[in-house]
């Protein structure tokens, strides 16, 4: 049904689209006016106030500190300034025989068209004075889409004072935001990729995951805008919502500010400052903010017993953070009409876990013997069953490679050696922008832009994860580059049409690779298709662990010397090899190339847009627009070797001779008409209505759709051929085949050489799928608005809000066909295939958004922000993934089950109060609240009985394929009397609430954070700075929500077995780790884990100096 | 797998800085915890073992149940007590460490030990507890299993028979008695018709349940009569720190065991793929109830399938028709050419079927004063 809607859309609308595409080109060439994304308009009329008459050459200067603008009223008394830089501006209208009047005080942002209608008086003739609004209030009532803008004295007062860089709560504080349960902003209900950043007119979101690249440090803001649902024509692929922020820039007079700030109850300390200058007439300006951060603090001391501080990801902590911005611009042209701007910024941030303690005197686990034992039960016990020889400890030490930055056997990596802590992460970027802005008249105005976005994050865990054999050891790369260029501009067509269009072309290169050591022994091992590290011991030296199994030795190593492999790949300090300088044959063992995922798809995105915003009077505003959105998928063909398929053919023996996919030309090239609407309203002086419709768009990550292992991992074996240790014959399992059920397992794809089946060994073990082609995900929002302007700058804006998904992104598995009949088990149940990625994801929001403000230069001002928000979708809620990795289970996809998000609270909001004195005193109170998070598993599961999809009754034994193990239930069966799945005999329960649905119970209701803070600048003397006092989650509440146990040991109803919180085999723990006892034990003894993730609560204490 | 440690960085590294400081903050979801120690009802019996006419060893009956006749708990801890005389041996070491048991006069299980540390070999081990109808390897762990007789995601298969001439595998449940070897154990499981049938995929029985307990748990320890003492420790949060504990006894008045059970008759179908009958004949001396045991054990799968008449005391001809030897009850029928049909029959002196699950519901099902039981040796034949 969906996919005839969009084919029939797509048809019908081709005509149109053309039509659109070819004006576009056409306006393009056109010389105009106004960046779309980053200035703003300011238009009116002018009037006589005697006759009403329409003043035709009224002259209009636009002044502020970043820039001065001019234009002439037409005949019709309307004039049009486009291209306008965000700011406050004095406009000042000029007649001969009228007395000259200046408006004050209006503020243009970016996107917005600033009304400055006005009415001037003849000679000696006084009326009173236009008052102009601000642009931040909640009565905005030419607004057509639904926006809110925040500005430099808003920011100040959400997060506690000026150049507050918390982003994440300055965003939560504006409706229609929130955090999801793992404290990412969210926008309407969407997804943690879901959703638009721009900084500057630049897409900040990094080229793999979509998500924001800048650690979320705001930084240099000098407005900052969200835009609930789908906007405007010139916001594309931002999901739910997009956030679109503009730098400051250079002013004359200049203006600067220095900060140092120190905080206690952690350690911590900030360097912050901003300088913007420009010559007086203009030409030059340049803007500069750096901050500096620092911060240590960890959870409990020293030695704390993880278990009773509920701590799981590390001790003490260490990070800091290094962002720099400029925005350079240079004016040139008469009147300034034309400008270059170089816009840069550069953020390091970087985090070391374990900080201080650990590594230094921990070798690595290839030397460790906790780890090792643990490899050798886990191999002994899972890979051939028990009772087989084990591998010793020289042996797993002579084949496993080293982790990255190891030197030799038994190195402590970290520490002294290369200052590498136990788990070390690294998010750089780097951001920069050339514009060229054309102002050719008033009323047009033409921006071309040429940007890139650099950012690859560094994870670098060395020790991670010492309770578990496999992924032990870390090592990726995840991100890259975004590069593209982007032309807009805006015509003002008469008074009453204001013409926007562009276009913008984006080159997505990801990169990503994810190195490990341990997972190499896992992935050659034994737990994919063969055994291939039998290969890399001599045949003299072949563990009986292997031979016991009919194994035969040496393969790899025969070949040392002839393909002269890495001399890493020798390691010369383990106790079974030999590896002298020269080629001396044979060697007894070489080591195992790592286990390395990666992608191998570039993307380039591209769209047009063209809209229209149609003023027939003062009052009314319509916008109307067309986006076409499309994306060029330049990823590896989907073939019977790379791709999912959904169904087979096969021939007599059951090996399939064609494979069938889910896939149509819509993943590959994917093109999306949006159109949108939007009508504003001004009903009376103080009433305004607005009302919009738009489709959006959201392509989905390349996270999501290529995760093919690194082909160069493995190209040291490439000259040698294939074999299977298990057969002695060449390896016939290089394709998707073996993932997919035995029945396709038998399919025969011959491996082309060593490397080839050591990528498929890992592609299997480890990575699953490699490629899955995806639609974009499509949105359509609808949202009302109703403003309200009360006396003493007070206002209200409440929106009602829809908004329904369309091919969304979720994992889940198919059942197998097999020559068009659908393959089942003994019991009758479907054998399905591997899981992966599919469009089979919806979700509908319903919701509304409220603001409440009051803004006053001295006395009480602030806002109050609701958001009430209520999502369902078919994803399984309160899964730790659902936000980022959704999956379904096939049943619940079968039943088409509905669940309320999991991951939303259904109503949040923040207050964000100031009173300030004219004594100088500002006293700032900050406060958040929700309603509390779904949290529970659901008394009702989807799984199959005998080939039926059933919502049973939720236990220990039904909900397997729910959430995908047996601990995911909160009650659990008599195991001697277990009952059926329709009436299962529950034996005792968590003790905890539950309903019906998983999810459907909320946590308590909290307000949280909260931060307060007391300023005092002196009036007499502004110049010696302002000092101040900010304390942070004043009720120090540290943790975050509940989730689930899945380590939980039921011993009665409402008790915990003294195993819970260890994994099923209790004694794969080591007893300290990371300077806090228990580490390892990861996860609580209670029924739900509470894990400290909050800063605590913090005083900090500034001193910020005006220059 | 796909692994995006963005997401992990979004979690966790990039909230240290920011995310983190987010409004989300919780608390823990508020818990209710019944009285186990009120609300639990603890029996136990003791008696002899008449073990095929060759030997008296030691049984045990042990009821440890809710109010609604469910288990009482899903962990606990027994330790049987014996009186002078009563000598432990034949307990097997585990991995060479011996079993603690082993000359003493008690059979015991290992309580939770600090993970990481060693746990001493006791009879029972960690595994071991007591449950609504008997002791039963079903001690919860943190995996959430539930340890149901067959469940094909058990801890590990027990194999019996051996020693008579086939081989049957089942998860989570004993083969009796302890201390003698694998291969002359049995298991003694309760299918149908004397219980109602679970076999119908349909019916939404756990995959691979087998059956039911039968309540007693014999050991190859000569039992001296005098008064056997049976403890529990329900274990709480903690390590060595209990949520309950219980303690009672049982007497064992009479060392004579019953008299010796014969095996019951299994007739071969007379036309191939035919129905199969099973003869019992009178219970033996002292006995009050007589269940015959029927594995099925599938030739194509080694799949176990089981079966039990409530034969009672005068015995008689039952019959399992042919469509029963299918263990999944397909439709059409498997082939079970060259299943092997295993029988055997169990006398004791009170109902084993009455008061076992999932019938009886009662959190006291009455049981005599002694338990006793006499175990017949197998009959076996391959179907045709």
């Known amino acids: 049904m969906l996919n005839e809607l969009t084919h029939r859309t797509k048809a019908g609308l081709r005509g149109a689209m053309t039509f659109a595409l070819l004006l576009a080109f056409v306006l393009c060439s056109m010389p105009s006016a106004f ?393 750089p970027n780097m951001t920069f922008k050339l514009q060229y802005s054309i102002t050719p008249s008033s009323s047009s105005f033409l921006t071309a832009k040429f940007y890139r976005v650099d950012s690859t994050d560094l994870f670098d865990f060395p020790y991670a994860g010492t309770s578990t054999v496999f992924l032990g050891d870390l090592n990726s790369l995840q991100g890259g580059q975004r590069t593209g260029f982007a032309l807009d501009g805006t015509q003002q067509l008469g008074s009453k049409n204001l013409l926007g269009f562009g276009a913008k072309y984006d080159f997505l290169h990801p990169i990503y690779t994810q190195r490990s050591a341990t997972t190499a022994l896992f992935a050659f091992g034994g737990f994919g298709n063969s055994i291939e590290a039998a290969d890399f011991y001599s045949a003299a030296n072949c563990p009986a662990f292997y031979t016991s199994f009919g194994v035969t030795c040496g393969y790899i190593t025969g070949y040392k010397t002839a393909y ?229 700058q007070v206002s209200v804006k409440i929106t009602p809000f829809y908004n329904k998904s369309y091919n969304q992104i979720a994992s889940t598995a198919q059942q197998i066909v097999k020559n068009g009949v659908g393959v089942v088990d003994a019991n009758g149940n479907p054998v399905l295939g591997p899981s992966f990625n599919t469009n089979l994801g919806k979700s509908q929001i319903m919701g509304t958004e409220f603001l409440l403000t009051k803004e006053a230069a001295y006395g009480l001002s602030g806002s109050l922000s609701l958001t009430y928000q209520n999502e369902f979708s078919n994803v399984v809620p309160t899964s730790p993934s659902e936000d980022f990795f959704p999956s379904i289970p096939p049943a619940s996809l079968q039943l088409g089950n509905l669940y309320r998000v999991g991951y939303l609270s259904p109503f949040v909001g923040a207050l964000a109060l100031q009173e300030r004195t004219r004594t100088g005193w500002r006293i700032n109170p900050v406060v958040y609240y929700n309603h509390g998070y779904p949290y529970s598993p659901g008394l009702l599961t989807a799984n199959y009985v005998n080939g039926v999809p059933y919502n049973l009754p939720n236990t220990n034994v039904t909900n397997s394929s729910q959430l995908g193990s047996a601990a995911g239930a909160d009650r659990y069966v008599d195991p001697r009397n277990p009952g059926t799945a329709f009436r299962p005999n529950i034996d005792a329960t968590r003790g905890t609430p539950d309903a019906n649905a998983a999810g459907g119970v909320l946590t308590a209701a909290r307000f949280t954070p909260v931060q307060l803070t007391v300023e005092y600048q002196s009036p007499r003397n502004p110049r010696a700075g302002t000092i101040g006092l900010l304390m942070f989650n004043v009720f120090n509440q540290l943790y975050g929500q509940p989730a689930l146990n899945s380590r939980y040991q039921p011993i009665a109803t409402g008790i915990a077995g003294p195993y819970s919180g260890y994994s099923s085999s209790a004694n794969s723990v080591q007893p300290s780790f990371y300077g806090i006892y228990n580490y390892t034990q990861r996860q609580g003894n209670r029924a739900y884990l509470l894990t400290p993730n909050n800063l605590p609560r913090t005083v900090e204490l500034y001193y910020q100096v005006n220059l | 797998m796909r692994v995006i440690y963005r997401a992990l960085g979004a979690a966790a590294g990039i909230s240290i800085l920011a995310a983190c400081t987010s409004g989300q903050s919780g608390i823990q979801p508020p818990s209710n915890a019944p009285n186990v120690q009120q609300n639990s009802t603890l029996q136990f019996r003791v008696g002899t073992v008449n073990y095929h006419g060759t030997a008296t060893y030691f049984n045990t009956v042990v009821t440890f149940r809710q109010a609604n006749g469910l288990s009482a708990t899903l962990y606990n801890t027994p330790t049987i007590t014996g009186p002078a005389g009563f000598v432990v041996n034949g307990c097997p070491a585990v991995s060479g460490a011996a079993c603690v048991d082993n000359g003493t006069n008690h059979i015991s299980g290992t309580p939770p030990t600090q993970p990481g540390t060693a746990a001493v070999v006791t009879t029972f081990a960690q595994t071991g507890g007591a449950f609504s109808y008997g002791f039963a390897p079903a001690n919860s762990s943190t995996a959430g299993t539930a340890y149901y007789p067959g469940n094909p995601s058990g801890r590990g298969f027990n194999w019996f028979g051996a020693a008579n001439g086939f081989a049957a595998a089942l998860s989570d449940i004993y083969g009796q008695p302890f201390y003698v070897s694998s291969a002359s154990k049995l298991p003694y499981v309760l299918g149908p018709p004397a219980v109602p049938d679970f076999h119908n995929p349909s019916s939404g029985f756990p995959a691979g349940f087998a059956g039911y307990d039968s309540g007693f748990v014999t050991f190859a320890v000569t039992p001296p009569v005098g008064t056997y003492a049976l403890h529990l420790d329900v274990p709480g949060p903690n390590v060595g720190v209990n949520s309950a504990t219980f303690d009672t006894t049982a007497q064992l008045s009479s060392a004579t065991p019953l008299g010796t059970e014969a095996p019951p008759v299994v007739a071969e179908p007379v036309t191939p793929g035919g129905a199969v009958n099973f003869t019992v004949g009178p219970a033996p001396a002292g006995a009050t109830s007589q269940v015959l045991y029927v594995v099925d054990v599938n030739g194509a799968t080694g799949a176990n399938t089981f079966y039990a008449f409530n034969a009672g005391v005068a015995g008689g001809t039952f019959t399992l028709p042919a469509a029963d030897f299918h263990p999944s009850n397909s439709n059409p029928p498997a082939n079970t050419t060259n299943d092997t049909i295993l029988a055997y029959v169990v006398g004791a002196d009170w109902d084993i079927v009455g008061d076992a699950a999932p019938n009886n519901s009662s959190p006291a099902p009455p049981l005599p004063a002694q338990t006793d039981v006499s175990f017949g040796l197998p009959n076996i034949i391959t179907y045709q």
């Not at chain 1, 407005?223 to 400051?248: H, M």
């Not at chain 1, 889910?662 to 001004?682: F, H, K």
């Not at chain 1, 699953?768 to 995900?777: A, H, M, Q, S």
Request: contains cysteine; charged residues 15%; hydrophobic residues 35%.
């Open chain 1, 564 to 792: 002269n492999l890495s001399a890493a790949q020798c390691n010369p300090t383990a106790p079974l090899q030999v590896c002298p300088a020269g080629p001396v044959d044979p060697v007894t063992a070489v080591q195992l190339p790592y286990s390395d995922e990666g992608t191998h798809t570039n993307r380039q995105d591209w769209a047009l847009y063209l809209k229209d915003t149609y003023s027939p009077t003062d009052r009314l505003k319509l916008d109307l627009g067309l986006r076409l959105d499309g994306a060029n998928w330049r990823m590896p063909a989907c073939t019977i070797l790379l791709c999912a398929p959904t169904g087979f053919t096969a021939v007599g023996n059951a090996a399939p001779t064609a494979f069938a996919f889910n896939y149509d030309s819509d993943t590959r090239q994917p093109r999306v008409l949006q159109p949108r609407l939007a009508i504003s309203w001004q009903a009376t002086r103080n009433d305004a209505f607005r009302f919009s419709y738009g489709r959006s768009v959201q392509f989905p990550a390349i996270a999501q759709v290529d995760v093919t292992g690194q082909d160069a991992a493995y190209s040291a074996f490439r000259n040698i051929p294939s074999r299977d240790p298990l057969t002695g014959a060449p390896a016939t399992f290089c394709s998707v085949a073996p993932q997919v059920g035995g029945q396709v397992a038998l399919y025969q794809a011959p491996c082309a050489n060593y490397a080839d089946q050591l990528f498929w060994e890992n592609q299997t073990a480890v990575l699953g799928i490699p490629l899955t082609p995806l639609k974009p995900v499509t949105f359509n929002n609808f949202d009302f608005s109703y403003s309200h302007l009360f006396p003493h």
């Open chain 1, 35 to 427: 960046a779309q994304v980053i200035t703003g308009t300011i238009q009116g009329t002018v009037t006589s106030s005697q006759g009403n008459t329409k003043l035709a050459g009224v002259q209009v200067t636009a002044q502020a500190p970043s820039g001065r603008y001019t234009a002439t009223t037409d005949p019709n008394g309307f004039f049009s300034i486009n291209g306008v830089t965000p700011d406050t501006y004095n406009i000042t209208f000029t007649r001969t025989g009228y007395e000259t009047f200046t408006l004050q005080g209006v503020t243009v942002v970016q996107g917005q068209v600033a009304n400055a209608t006005t009415a001037l008086n003849q000679s000696l003739q006084r009326i009173g004075r236009t008052q102009s609004r601000s642009t931040a209030g909640a009565f905005q009532p030419t607004q057509t889409t639904d926006q809110y803008n925040v500005n430099t004295q808003q920011i100040s007062t959400t997060l506690g004072k000026q150049g507050g860089n918390n982003e994440a709560n300055l965003l939560a504080s504006i409706p229609g935001a929130s955090f999801d349960s793992s404290g990412y902003p969210v926008l309407r209900g969407g997804r943690e990729y879901e959703e638009g950043f721009q900084y500057e007119g630049i897409d900040y979101t990094d080229a793999f995951t979509h998500q924001f690249v800048n650690s979320l440090i705001l930084n240099g803001a000098s407005n900052f805008q969200v835009q609930p649902g789908a906007g405007d024509a010139s916001i594309g692929n931002a999901g739910t919502g997009a956030i679109n922020v503009v730098a400051k820039r250079g002013t004359s007079p200049a203006f600067g500010q220095l900060e140092a700030n120190t905080r206690f109850g952690r350690f911590s300390h900030e360097l912050r400052g901003e300088y913007g200058w420009a010559t007086p007439n203009g030409r030059y300006s340049d803007y500069a903010s750096v901050d500096f951060n620092r911060d240590a603090f960890h959870y409990g001391g020293s030695n704390s017993d993880a278990l009773l501080i509920g701590a799981f990801f590390g001790g003490r902590s260490y990070s800091w953070a290094n962002d720099v911005v400029n925005n350079f611009v240079y004016k040139f042209g008469k009147d300034n009409n034309q400008s270059l701007q170089f816009f840069m910024d550069n953020t390091q941030f970087d985090l070391r876990l374990g900080y201080g303690v650990g590594p230094q005197g921990l070798p690595y686990k290839d030397t460790d013997a906790f780890s090792i034992a643990n490899f050798q039960a886990n191999f002994n016990g899972n890979v051939f069953g028990t009772g087989g020889p084990a591998l010793t400890a020289n042996q797993i030490q002579a084949v496993m490679p080293f982790t990255p930055g190891q030197r030799f056997l038994g190195d402590t990596v970290g520490g002294a050696n290369n200052q590498r802590n136990v788990e070390n992460y690294n998010q």
